[in-house]
């Protein structure tokens, strides 16, 4: 009985371990992905600030581009640069999660496989 409980929480651990694994790495692209569109919004932003106060500027939006003021234009950017900046920060915080439960199902596993040894050995 004790080595099917083990298998059944070996196959377990093993699943959990692949969940996490996809977690972990789909959370790292979209971390990424927030990065760069903070570090985008944050260069447009700055390049805006440079150009003289009564510059024109016309954002898109969708299909269409709209009229607005340099100085609303660089508050967006900023503003879309500091949401993107504390979205990776959120997700940052999921792939510690990620990588403690992952860790986790390691030690488990060290810990199945010791015991089967053990078993074995006996």
Known sequence: AKVEITHDSL?????KTERNTSLLQSSHYRKVAK??????????????????????????LGRAF???SLADSIKMLTEEA???AADAGKIQV????????????QEQLK???????????E
Do not use: H, W
């Open 35 to 60: 990065e760069k569109e903070a570090r985008i919004a944050g260069l447009a932003s700055e390049e805006l600030k440079s150009l003289p106060e009564n510059t024109k500027t016309y954002p898109a």
């Open 94 to 105: 999921e792939m510690d999660y990620y990588q403690n439960e992952l860790k986790s199902c």
């Open 82 to 84: 500091e949401e993107a």
């Open 111 to 121: 810990e199945i496989i010791e015991e089967r040894q053990k078993a074995t050995a």
């Open 11 to 15: 196959f377990e651990l093993q699943e």
């Open 66 to 68: 709209v009229y607005r």
